[in-house]
């Protein structure tokens, strides 16, 4: 079965240190893969995604994420956390059966504290 | 938030009530679709429509109805047939139907609540 998991339900970090948020996905086929951010009670922000080339990625707001074939994960990361980016997170993955379709993580809520 | 309005931002609703929340786009996009999210579940796909006058289910459709007419409006509607309705909902539109490397743009969303 198709799937995306993010392992981490919250992740706390202080300001100014690297962050990461951790996702992994199950497909058959080559992956489609987004990554998405929420304020409260706000819609979803795309923040970048992976379609194929570089397996580094780069989005908006200073993230980026990995994208590692052999480890099935596509991890978004940060090199210097703000107080702002505290938020949730989700990962997705393009659905290749019903490719209309996005399968969501359950969400990794980040805190960066002062 | 981009392009797509959702409207009224909070819903409050007796049981038995119907429903229907708006979301309408200016980004030109042909597949529109409406998520509902609740705490620790992230986004499950409701209905989805790639073009005019069709639409299909998605994952929890039972309890939900949808029209699309116009291209840039694809209403839900929340029947009282829907057990739990109580959540937060997101339309979103994506330029190209089908397209597997296409972004999905979200709206701000629809806060509902059953009293």
């Known amino acids: 079965a198709q799937s995306v998991a993010q392992p981490e339900d919250q992740v706390n970090v202080a300001e100014g240190n690297p962050l990461t948020v951790k996702c992994t996905y199950s497909?058959?086929?080559?992956?489609?893969l987004f990554w998405y951010v929420q304020y409260p009670n706000r819609g979803l922000q795309f923040l970048l995604k992976?379609?194929?080339?570089?397996?580094l990625v780069k989005g908006s707001y200073g993230f980026e994420a990995e994208f590692n074939k052999s480890q099935t994960s596509f991890h978004l990361k940060k090199p210097s956390a703000l107080v702002s980016d505290s938020a949730l997170y989700f990962c997705?993955?393009?659905?290749?059966?019903?490719?209309?379709?996005?399968?969501f993580g359950t969400g990794t809520r980040l805190q960066v504290f002062p | 938030d981009g392009g797509i309005t959702q409207s009224p931002k909070y819903l409050f609703r007796k049981e038995g009530q119907n429903v229907t929340l708006s979301c309408e786009q200016n980004?030109?996009?042909?597949?529109m679709y409406w998520y509902r999210q609740d705490p620790g579940q992230g986004l499950r796909l409701i209905y989805y429509?790639?073009?005019?006058?069709?639409?299909q289910k998605g994952d929890i459709a039972e309890g939900y109805s949808v029209s699309r007419e116009k291209k840039e409006s694809f209403p839900l509607t929340v029947t009282s047939a829907q057990k739990n309705p109580t959540a937060f909902y997101l339309c979103?539109?994506?330029?190209?139907?089908?397209?597997?490397?296409?972004?999905?743009?979200f709206g701000p969303g629809t806060r509902l609540t059953v009293l």
């Open positions: 979103a539109s994506s330029i190209v139907p089908s397209g597997v490397t296409d972004t999905q743009y």
């Open positions: 497909v058959s086929g080559n992956p489609y």
């Open positions: 992976y379609i194929t080339g570089d397996n």
């Open positions: 997705a993955v393009r659905d290749m059966i019903k490719s209309d379709k996005l399968i």
């Open positions: 980004l030109n996009h042909d597949a």
């Open positions: 429509s790639q073009i005019v006058n069709d639409f």
